[in-house]
């Protein structure tokens, strides 16, 4: 069984354009998502769309020695399906879905996450569960983890424009489940906090608790500082 981690990124976000270039820890937010994610168990992709907008964010990828690849702008399933089909990924193989505005999540959380994975019959794990407040979840502490057969399938399949751009609700919608880390793991302290970037302000914050932490800093130490 391979896997295969694939950030989705563009430039041209809706609230917050050019976010992904935004510095924080010294390096584009981008970046920083990719550096923090990047593991020993799965090969590591950066996904953007081939619209010219993203032309400098392939250039910045290239220069830091980041794999890029370009696919369709819209439709994101097949993006990620015709990446994964490109890289030979069999239907057993593994994706993992991160988005690079979520520069909390790194390794660690992910090694946990396959330990999860690995340790149940699940067809679908999520980082966050779907009622995020009520489990006092820190939103953006979030990667999906589902068969690439599901995203082959989603993508043969006629979806809707918000399926396509979010990857995976029609896989969620076919295999119903929907099991996430909350299941497995507890945090000791009260929190309820965003830690993902859409807005200035969220970038605000963020760069704030980078701002005395190394780029590396694992993920429960800066939520303990979140939560400060």
């Known amino acids: 069984m391979r896997y295969i981690c694939i950030l989705q990124v563009r430039t041209n976000s809706t609230r917050l354009p050019g976010k992904c270039f935004l510095p924080v820890a010294d390096m584009a937010l981008f970046e920083l998502c990719a550096r923090r994610c990047m593991n020993d168990f799965a090969e590591f992709w950066v996904a953007t769309s081939d619209s010219k907008t993203d032309d400098l964010l392939e250039f910045h990828c290239n220069k830091k020695g980041l ?9 994101v399933v097949k993006r990620f399906a015709d990446l994964c089909s490109q890289r030979n990924i069999n239907d057993e193989d593994v994706v993992i879905r991160l988005t690079a505005d979520n520069p909390v999540v790194d390794h ?24 995020i407040k009520k489990m006092k979840w820190p939103y953006g502490l979030s990667a999906e983890f589902f068969y690439a057969k599901f995203l082959y399938q989603a993508n043969n399949a006629v979806i809707d424009r918000y399926s396509t751009e979010h990857v995976t609700p029609y896989m969620k919608e076919t295999t119903k489940e929907y099991v996430s880390m909350s299941d497995f793991m507890k945090f000791d302290f009260d929190i309820n906090y965003n830690c993902s970037v859409d807005t200035l302000n969220d970038y605000l914050e963020i760069s704030d608790i980078f701002k005395n932490k190394n780029w590396d800093t694992p993920y429960m130490e800066l939520i303990k500082e979140i939560q400060k």
């Open 108 to 131: 660690f959380f992910l090694e946990n996450m396959r330990n999860v994975w690995e340790n149940h019959n699940l067809s679908y794990l999520s980082g966050q569960p779907a009622d």
């Open 67 to 75: 794999r890029c690849f370009r696919g369709d702008e819209n439709n």
